[in-house]
């Protein structure tokens, strides 16, 4: 008798978790789809950086050089 309650709950246990995934399914696709998004977005700020900062620092070497005049 208790292995039938056992097996029944079994059953119940996985009906159950079949249909929680069926739910959440929508969900688990969304999130991993937006952290794709923002994986990429990540690197293409990393590959950018460095020639930002050379130019930021190329803008800085030109206004020392100015001679302003008065």
Do not use: C, Q
């Not at 978790?17 to 977005?41: D, S, T």
């Not at 990393?46 to 008065?70: A, T, W």
């Amino acid at each position: 008798m208790a292995t039938k309650y056992i097996e029944s709950n079994r059953e119940s246990r996985k009906e159950t978790m079949r249909h929680n995934w069926e739910v959440m399914k929508p969900f688990v696709h969304f999130a991993f789809k937006a952290m794709v998004i923002m994986g990429g977005a990540v690197i293409s700020i990393v590959k950018l950086l460095p020639s930002l900062l050379e130019h930021h620092e190329n803008s800085k070497k030109d206004k020392r050089d100015k001679i302003i005049k008065i």
